[in-house]
């Protein structure tokens, strides 16, 4: 309807919308056209924010991490250059996750406060659990467990009061971390269980999340000796496998290197070549 109006701005928004619905199915193709198509399309400097943060976010579920930091960082600029204060939030939550997941926590830590500062300046209570849990992964790596345990005990119970499974899901895994490092097994199984749960309690979950919260568990699995590993590695493979998160799919193999599969490590050091991640290389450097 917007193209026959020739109402042009309208068409470019509906095309990024669509492309990010895309994008949380883990349907990277169909993504991919949408979003380019937004891209040509975008005239406005608020919805080319938009657009370049949902192609980054895009980059980053399929592990193509410097594109995607590249794009973030280009939807910051512009958002802050428009006074669009959330949208740039928005971006830096994205960008700390891309730092985060690649294992550069000083940068993660930055970005992150960055967002938190905006989201409380803006009120925007709405978004807050995801920069918080996030920023509560990032303290517990970095040794800070009292004050991981403090952003999740606003994190948690406020992403369970707005009812959004992304918010929920992020949270219990970051709750289920805080347990595991404390040697609390029992806890910190219940929690990632409930995070993978509840990152699919809806029809049209976020895969990236899911998958995050099932890497997760699969390796405390592991590490303590539950039945349910195997079978968690499998669902979380064939995930990754299915929708082209090739981080994930190299976690996988790593997880079923560590239950005693043999070929398991040549086919992640072989998949992760291909992969921008320090983190990542480190991880296969000393597995055995």
């Known amino acids: 309807l917007a193209e026959e109006q020739g109402e042009r701005d309208v068409a470019a928004k509906v095309c990024r919308e669509l492309g990010?619905?895309?994008?949380?199915?883990?349907?990277?193709?169909?993504?991919?056209?949408?979003?380019?198509?937004?891209?040509?399309?975008?005239?406005?400097?608020?919805?080319?924010?938009?657009?370049?943060?949902?192609?980054?976010?895009?980059?980053?579920?399929?592990?193509?991490?410097?594109?995607?930091?590249?794009?973030l960082e280009s939807s910051i600029a512009i958002a802050r250059g428009c006074g669009d204060e959330r949208r740039a939030a928005w971006s830096l939550a994205i960008l700390g996750r891309t730092h985060l997941i690649r294992g550069d926590l000083e940068a993660a830590q930055e970005v992150l406060e960055g967002s938190l500062a905006l989201v409380r300046a803006t009120a925007w209570i709405a978004f807050q659990p995801f920069p918080e849990a996030l920023r509560a992964?990032?303290?517990?790596?970095r040794g800070d467990t009292a004050h991981a345990s403090r952003l999740l005990d606003h994190a948690w119970p406020l992403g369970c009061r707005l009812g959004d499974p992304c918010w929920e899901a992020v949270?219990?895994?970051?709750?289920?971390?805080?347990?595991?490092?404390?040697?609390?097994?029992?806890?910190?199984?219940?929690?990632?269980?409930?995070?993978?749960?509840?990152?699919?309690?809806?029809?049209?979950?976020?895969?990236?999340?899911?998958?995050?919260?099932?890497?997760?568990?699969?390796?405390?699995?592991?590490?303590?000796?539950?039945?349910?590993?195997?079978?968690?590695?499998?669902?979380?493979?064939?995930?990754?496998?299915?929708?082209?998160?090739?981080?994930?799919?190299?976690?996988?193999?790593?997880?079923?290197?560590?239950?005693?599969?043999g070929a398991a490590l040549d086919s992640a050091r072989l998949l992760a070549e291909a992969i921008d991640n320090p983190e990542l290389h480190a991880r296969l450097a000393v597995a055995a």
């Open 20 to 71: 990010y619905v895309e994008v949380q199915a883990g349907r990277g193709v169909s993504a991919g056209r949408w979003l380019m198509r937004a891209s040509q399309l975008v005239r406005l400097d608020e919805e080319r924010a938009a657009v370049h943060a949902v192609r980054g976010m895009a980059l980053h579920d399929r592990a193509h991490y410097p594109p995607a930091i590249r794009l």
């Open 137 to 141: 992964e990032v303290a517990l790596r």
């Open 171 to 261: 949270a219990a895994r970051s709750w289920g971390l805080v347990h595991a490092a404390a040697g609390e097994t029992t806890a910190a199984l219940a929690r990632l269980r409930e995070a993978a749960i509840r990152a699919v309690r809806v029809a049209d979950p976020y895969v990236w999340i899911h998958a995050y919260c099932l890497d997760a568990l699969a390796a405390v699995e592991i590490e303590t000796g539950a039945p349910e590993a195997p079978a968690t590695v499998a669902l979380l493979e064939s995930l990754a496998a299915r929708t082209d998160m090739r981080e994930f799919v190299v976690r996988a193999a790593l997880h079923r290197a560590a239950l005693g599969d």
